[in-house]
């Protein structure tokens, strides 16, 4: 399995402007693989997707919209992607002008094989 | 610490403390040095929970210490203890004036995650306060026993936080 996640996750980064990928224990809010480039705080990055994608899911499932599946945030300087893989969370962090559509894609693939 | 030192210390703790509480989410937060006289402390109810705890905390430290040395695992950075519903973080931190330990205790409110993030940059704001940058005098063995109580005697006459 970490063999699964490790090669998952070097594809995510070999895409052309993702800055990171990693594998996160959405409970402990800790990364468990991580494939980084230079200035990405994995740990911090990890602790607050993991937060993020929790609180949204509770804020889904009370108003009726059932599990939630994926997160994407836009920024000015890049995009936080997180898809779940029950019961871990991909995690990809890119840069503003990443191709979103092929990361999304690669990153749910990604899920698809851990879980 | 001499118990001077501890009032005028335990002042200036209370932002950081506050912060630390709010962001990483966590119920209970108290912070004390090797010796365990507590500096400050948030959600403790009673002074007999945070004396409890400030001694647990303190012994903790000097076993994982001794443990980290004797397998050559270097200084320990934090013992994380999961319970079914509340969970453990205990992690040490250096100040040029004396090595502190914070412990904290948290819910499904918080993760592991957030309150090592919190822990790094509360360790970096108290290192931060002028007065943990110079070497502090220690308590000499007539005035222990006063020393160590006056964290507690300065939290029990406030009132207690809300939990």
């Given at each position: ?115 | ?47 007999y929970d945070v ?40 992690a040490p931190f ?29 360790a970096e704001m ?38």
């Amino acid at each position: 399995m970490t063999d699964v996640m490790r090669e998952a996750m070097a594809r995510l980064s070999r895409v052309k402007g993702v800055r990171g990928a990693m594998v996160v224990d959405p409970e402990a809010g800790v990364p468990v693989t991580t494939e980084l480039a230079a200035g990405v705080d994995g740990r911090a990055v990890a602790a607050l997707a993991a937060s993020l994608f929790q609180r949204a899911g509770q804020a889904l499932r009370a108003s009726g919209h059932g599990a939630l599946a994926t997160a994407q945030l836009e920024a000015e300087a890049g995009h936080v992607l997180a898809v779940e893989a029950d019961p871990l969370l991909v995690v990809v962090v890119a840069e503003p002008r990443a191709q979103l559509g092929l990361i999304r894609v690669e990153a749910q693939r990604a899920a698809e094989e851990m879980q | 610490m001499r118990r001077a030192d501890i009032g005028r210390l335990s002042g200036k703790l209370e932002e950081p403390m506050q912060w630390f509480v709010s962001e990483a989410r966590v119920r209970v937060a108290v912070l004390v040095n090797r010796s365990g006289q507590v500096l400050a402390q948030h959600g403790f109810a009673s002074q007999y929970d945070v004396a409890n705890v400030a001694a647990l905390a303190a012994a903790t430290h000097s076993s994982a210490h001794a443990l980290a040395e004797l397998t050559g695992a270097g200084r320990w950075m934090h013992l994380h203890h999961a319970g079914h519903d509340r969970q453990l973080f205990l992690a040490p931190f250096r100040t040029p004036a004396e090595d502190l330990i914070l412990v904290a205790i948290f819910d499904e409110e918080s993760t592991l995650g957030l309150v090592q993030l919190f822990f790094d940059r509360f360790a970096e704001m108290v290192r931060a306060i002028p007065d943990f940058q110079v070497t502090l005098e220690r308590s000499d063995a007539e005035s222990f026993e006063s020393d160590l109580e006056a964290g507690l005697d300065r939290l029990l006459s406030e009132p207690p936080p809300e939990a």
